[in-house]
């Protein structure tokens, strides 16, 4: 395997391989949406890499695998540096898994880039051997394809809202995805979850007030297709100015056609039903 290293003041760029599964891109009103916090903005670096790969496995398999990584991480010095650092390293563990998380920038994306060629090589010659096995011909070539896409996606006050998208196909019917989405507080680096945000109690309520906002987030063919129509709030979710957008994977509300479904509740109405329990703005 080829690897190399680009480094620049605003950007890493890695030449390796990589190893998780997936995640689909979100509607567009989850898009970048960054401001400078209560306190100072961070700068932000961005590790990148796009790669197209040819492997041969131990069976002699031919495997072309594609990869594009693209992680947006906060990079602060001063009293505010282990804040960001606590912030990269939830980052890099949803991005990568646990073991790449303590280790620095160069280091995470070397091994997992190494890790992940090393797995693709003994999944794709497991493959090839039991295809043989089975009398089955394998195919002359096959195809793989990996994204890990992060980035900051909204902003309220101190807490910084991030999704982690990973996306990878490797045969089949169609490629599979996960998306991860946490909020953090930018004083001290921690994750908000839907306990620090709400009061005791609060699902029955919340899920009342989910259920009025489906029309407007989901189809009329993807509301038929809901596992059960009263939908529970989530701790996958994304925090901006006005409102909470509750972000469901695959297989978890509905089946893999109505994609990675999210559903947006404005602050406001939360907070007339009683059950903010933090002083979170609202519009």
């Not at 932000?44 to 495997?63: F, K, N, V």
């Not at 899920?207 to 029309?215: M, N, Q, S």
């Amino acid at each position: 395997m080829i690897r190399g290293y680009c480094l620049s003041l605003s950007q890493v760029t890695i030449y390796g391989m990589k190893k998780r599964f997936p995640i689909l891109p979100l509607a567009a009103t989850l898009l970048l949406a960054l401001a400078t916090d209560c306190v100072r903005g961070p700068r932000m670096d961005i590790l990148q890499y796009s790669s197209e790969q040819e492997t041969a496995s131990e069976a002699g398999c031919p495997l072309t695998h594609r990869l594009d990584i693209s992680l947006e991480y906060p990079v602060i010095k001063g009293d505010k540096e282990l804040s960001a650092t606590i912030i990269r390293q939830s980052i890099f563990e949803a991005a990568f898994g646990q073991g790449y998380d303590t280790l620095n920038v160069d280091e995470a994306a070397s091994r997992y880039a190494g890790d992940l060629a090393a797995e693709f090589r003994e999944l794709s010659a497991a493959m090839w051997r039991g295809w043989r096995r089975a009398g089955i011909d394998p195919p002359e070539a096959m195809e793989w394809s990996d994204v890990i896409e992060g980035y900051f996606a909204g902003q309220n006050g101190p807490y910084r809202s991030y999704i982690v998208n990973i996306t990878d196909f490797t045969g089949g019917a169609h490629s599979n995805s996960v998306t991860h989405a946490f909020v953090f507080d930018t004083r001290d680096g921690s994750r908000l979850t839907l306990d620090d945000l709400f009061v005791p109690d609060f699902d029955a309520p919340l899920t009342e007030i989910i259920a009025r906002h489906i029309p407007e987030s989901l189809s009329e063919e993807d509301i038929e297709a809901l596992f059960d129509p009263a939908v529970q709030p989530t701790g996958n979710y994304i925090l901006t100015s006005d409102s909470i957008t509750f972000i469901y994977n695959p297989y978890e509300i509905g089946p893999w056609s109505i994609g990675t479904p999210s559903i947006s509740v404005p602050l406001k109405e939360c907070r007339k039903a009683g059950i903010l329990a933090k002083k979170i703005r609202t519009r």
